[in-house]
């Protein structure tokens, strides 16, 4: 069952954040598509099966950002 959701991420301010997070997020099990997005503070994961926060938090942090949560 594929799952697209849309998390709030503080730090992005560029396209260098977007790139950094989308690579670091490309890499977790299952991904098929990441649309970080430095303006609005989100990152949208589209995976094959739900992804675990965790692993996403840590990608995240990889990068050099931080995963709030869920975007509303």
Do not use: F, N, W
Not at 6 to 31: F, N, Q, R, W
Not at 38 to 51: D, F, H, I
């Amino acid at each position: 069952m594929s799952s697209t959701v849309t998390y709030t991420v503080s730090g992005m301010s560029c396209g260098h954040c977007e790139k950094a997070i989308t690579a670091e997020v490309s890499d977790l099990p299952g991904v098929t598509e990441v649309a970080a997005d430095a303006a609005a503070g989100t990152v949208t994961v589209s995976s094959q099966a739900p992804l675990d926060e965790e692993a996403l938090r840590a990608a995240v942090d990889e990068a050099g950002y931080e995963l709030v949560g869920r975007a509303a």
